[in-house]
T-cell receptor, first 115, second 115 residues
Framework: KQEVTQIPAALSVPEGENLVLNCSFT??????LQWFRQDPGKGLTSLLL?????REQTSGRLNASLDKSSGRSTLYIAASQPGDSATYLC??????????????FGKGTHLIIQP | NAGVTQTPKFQVLKTGQSMTLQCAQD?????MYWYRQDPGMGLRLIYY???????DKGEVPNGYNVSRLNKREFSLRLESAAPSQTSVYFC??????????????FGPGTRLTVT
């Protein structure tokens, strides 16, 4: 059974710092990996999607890497801002050919950026 | 274009009552999903529908039934609610854009309390 672990569970840093969120998964037979952002009381917003054949994806100040063989991904946030405060979720989709299977999620990293 | 919509936003049930959570998407997506989110547990897949007319169990299907009414709508039914089903329920959909590319969208969630 696939298990996804996110470290740390919570993080509080001053504004402007660069930071790294970690995600690990136990079964490397994945189709892709996604990072989401969730604001309190809200739904999930997709940040980055990395296919299993890719090593990294970038969007603005966000960069996500994937090392499928070691079962690890990192989300790098550059020059953090108070608006980045949210819970960040990592999720993997297992490989099944059709690609329609659901995601397995980690429990998230609760991030607070202090002004 | 409303994306993924869910009704109701909030619901309180007594143990043993039944209800149906509604989900609809207007993006012509093929696959739809129901997840539940509990504190300390992350999001877990309840059921999914890879395409119109098909449904499959996810990680935690017990106590739930689903109906893929048409391509737009995917409902989740609790036949006899239990306190353990107190949770936030998220509906999601994906569109397979290319062989290795998906767009994934989540609804805003339904907060359900069973007393």
């Amino acid at each position: 059974k696939q298990e996804v672990t996110q470290i740390p569970a919570a993080l509080s840093v001053p504004e402007g710092e660069n930071l790294v969120l970690n995600c690990s998964f136990t079964d490397s037979a994945i189709y892709n990996l996604q990072w989401f952002r969730q604001d309190p009381g809200k739904g999930l917003t997709s940040l980055l999607l990395i296919q299993s054949s890719q090593r990294e994806q970038t969007s603005g100040r966000l960069n996500a890497s994937l090392d499928k063989s070691s079962g690890r991904s990192t989300l790098y946030i550059a020059a953090s801002q108070p608006g980045d405060s949210a819970t960040y979720l990592c999720a993997v989709r297992k490989y099944s050919g059709g690609g329609a299977d659901g995601l397995t999620f980690g429990k998230g990293t609760h991030l607070i950026i202090q002004p | 274009n409303a994306g993924v919509t869910q009704t109701p936003k909030f619901q309180v049930l007594k143990t043993g009552q039944s209800m149906t959570l509604q989900c609809a998407q207007d993006m012509n997506h093929n696959s739809m999903y129901w997840y539940r989110q509990d504190p300390g547990m992350g999001l877990r897949l309840i059921y999914y529908s890879a395409s119109e007319g098909t449904t499959d169990k996810g990680e935690v299907p017990n106590g739930y039934n689903v109906s893929r009414l048409n391509k737009r709508e995917f409902s989740l039914r609790l036949e006899s609610a239990a306190p353990s089903q107190t949770s936030v329920y998220f509906c999601a959909s994906i569109l397979r854009v290319r062989t290795e590319s998906y767009e994934q969208y989540f609804g805003p969630g339904t907060r359900l309390t069973v007393t």
